[in-house]
């Protein structure tokens, strides 16, 4: 054997099971809940063959070095992969594999319940009945707006944009998009994002994050938004500026914000925590109990493939250098 297994967190009883049994020699950092320190992780990653890591570890070319060269596969329990550095995974022969479409409901519904919340004031209604206060129904008791007939903007039309399209239509909103990573025919209006920005009620964000996707919402951005249009995010929170976002909100130019992801997490910044205008989640978009187990049993199936010699069913990258002939990994 020339490397055992590295895993960045318990998975849960199925996946850690299934990863015991698999013949290879693991090492789990004990700590259930919190994320291993950058001393920790670097400790666990000396001398792996795999690494299945959470979004919360940064597996950056420092990091793979100090894993050594026989590490062959960084195996991520997410769909997004900005923490890891995959170009430099690539150049030393690493494959870096993901979990897609198995989230893809779970994301979308959560992204769909924030704009519920925020369109009918569901939180701050909550909130009001448990002051205690006086109360009888009346006509414009938490009058919010409602769904249908309003345009929802979707930035970033992948596999979460479409099932988030899915949901606006069958609740009677007029459904556009901007941006593309694979194309999707399933008939939703196409348009820059200016036109799209110009034009939505509600601006949902689904784009992976990337050098180019850094601050898509800065302030010239929301200035070009419609008067109290919402924004949703459920992808990555540098998408957006936040310090921007906080003045649009402030100022009523942008009527509510549902985030589940935040610019430096899991700072929350302290103008959001101040506005009753925004619904705010711990970046729970794919937290499911099936979803979850799904990602952690895709992601054992990816690392375990690759520690075996086979293709793993979801890549990220080609492994495109095995320069140095690496020994198998086994028993
Ligand atoms: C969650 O944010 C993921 O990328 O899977
Ligand atoms: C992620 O799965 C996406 O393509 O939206």
Redesign the pocket.
């Known amino acids: 054997a020339t490397g055992h297994l590295y895993v960045t967190r318990d998975l849960g009883p199925e996946p850690m099971e299934l990863l015991r049994n698999s013949g290879h020699e693991l090492v789990v950092h004990p700590d259930r809940d919190l994320p291993p320190t950058r001393e920790a992780l670097l400790d666990g990653v000396s001398g792996a063959a795999g690494i299945i890591t959470l979004l919360t570890e940064k597996m950056d070319a420092a990091l793979f070095d100090h894993a050594g060269p026989q590490l062959q596969v960084v195996s991520a329990v997410s769909?997004g992969t900005d923490n890891i550095d995959v170009g430099a995974a690539s150049s030393r022969g690493i494959t870096v594999t993901n979990t897609?479409?198995v989230?893809?409901d779970a994301?979308a519904d959560l992204a769909m319940g924030l704009l519920l919340a925020l369109n009918r004031r569901i939180v701050q209604a909550d909130a009001f009945l448990r002051r205690g206060e006086a109360w009888s129904w009346g006509p414009r008791l938490f009058l919010g707006r409602d769904l249908a007939g309003e345009v929802l903007g979707i930035v970033?039309y992948?596999?979460?944009?479409?099932a988030l399209a899915r949901r606006a239509r069958a609740f009677g909103m007029r459904v556009i998009a901007a941006g593309s990573?694979?194309a999707h025919n399933s008939g939703v209006e196409r348009m820059p994002l200016p036109q799209l920005l110009r034009t939505a009620d509600v601006v949902s964000l689904?784009a992976?994050l990337t050098e180019r996707t850094r601050h898509l919402l800065g302030t010239e951005e929301l200035a070009a938004m419609k008067q109290g249009a919402i924004i949703i995010n459920t992808a990555r929170g540098p998408l957006i500026d936040e310090d921007a976002l906080v003045e649009a909100l402030r100022r009523g130019k942008i009527r509510g914000a549902g985030l589940d992801v935040f610019e430096y997490e899991p700072k929350i910044h302290p103008g959001l925590l101040e506005l009753d205008s925004v619904v705010l989640t711990p970046h729970i978009g794919s937290a499911g109990e099936q979803t979850r187990t799904r990602m952690a049993m895709l992601a054992l199936e990816n690392a375990l493939a690759v520690l075996d010699g086979q293709s793993p069913p979801t890549p990220v990258n080609e492994k495109s250098r095995p320069a140095v002939t690496v020994p198998p990994v086994g028993v």
Do not use: F, N, Y
């Not at 992948?158 to 479409?162: H, S």
């Open positions: 769909v897609p479409d989230l893809t994301t970033g992948g596999r979460i944009g479409e990573d694979q689904h992976p």
